[in-house]
């Protein structure tokens, strides 16, 4: 009786849920660009991207993958001593409007 219940395990679902942390992104976005996600097109794309995920990755070899992610990675980081010239890290309240700076009026 004990293997017939391990045999017939229910298989792991094919809809990825939503973890806490992007459900705080996606909070995040909401908030600060006045935008509605909807959780169930955000969740269609995520098991779509991953299952194109799997397909490319029983298509390639091992040392194919290796190899273009080595490349990546070389193309991404910078050799020390080069600056880049631009920042890395974009600062979101410069390219809002600019707010005064004095206290407001008590109501």
Same mark, same amino acid.
């Given at each position: 009786?004990?293997?017939?219940?391990?045999?017939?395990?229910?298989?792991a !679902?094919?809809?990825?849920?939503? =973890?806490?942390?992007?459900? @705080?992104?996606?909070?995040?976005?909401?908030?600060?660009?006045?935008?509605?996600?909807?959780?169930?097109?955000?969740?269609?794309?995520?098991?779509?991207?991953?299952?194109?995920?799997t397909?490319?990755?029983?298509?390639?070899?091992?040392?194919?993958? @290796?190899?273009?992610?080595?490349?990546?990675?070389?193309?991404?980081v910078?050799?020390?001593?080069q600056?880049?010239?631009? !920042?890395?890290?974009?600062? @979101?309240? =410069?390219r809002?409007? =600019?707010?005064?700076?004095?206290? !407001?009026?008590?109501?």
């Amino acid at each position: 009786m004990i293997r017939r219940i391990i045999r017939k395990r229910r298989p792991a !679902p094919t809809l990825a849920g939503i =973890s806490l942390e992007e459900e @705080l992104a996606l909070i995040r976005v909401e908030l600060m660009y006045g935008l509605r996600v909807n959780r169930e097109a955000y969740l269609r794309r995520k098991v779509d991207e991953r299952n194109e995920m799997t397909t490319r990755m029983r298509e390639r070899e091992p040392a194919e993958m @290796l190899a273009d992610l080595r490349g990546s990675l070389e193309r991404t980081v910078q050799p020390t001593g080069q600056p880049t010239g631009q !920042p890395t890290v974009v600062d @979101l309240r =410069s390219r809002r409007q =600019s707010r005064t700076h004095q206290d !407001p009026e008590p109501a």
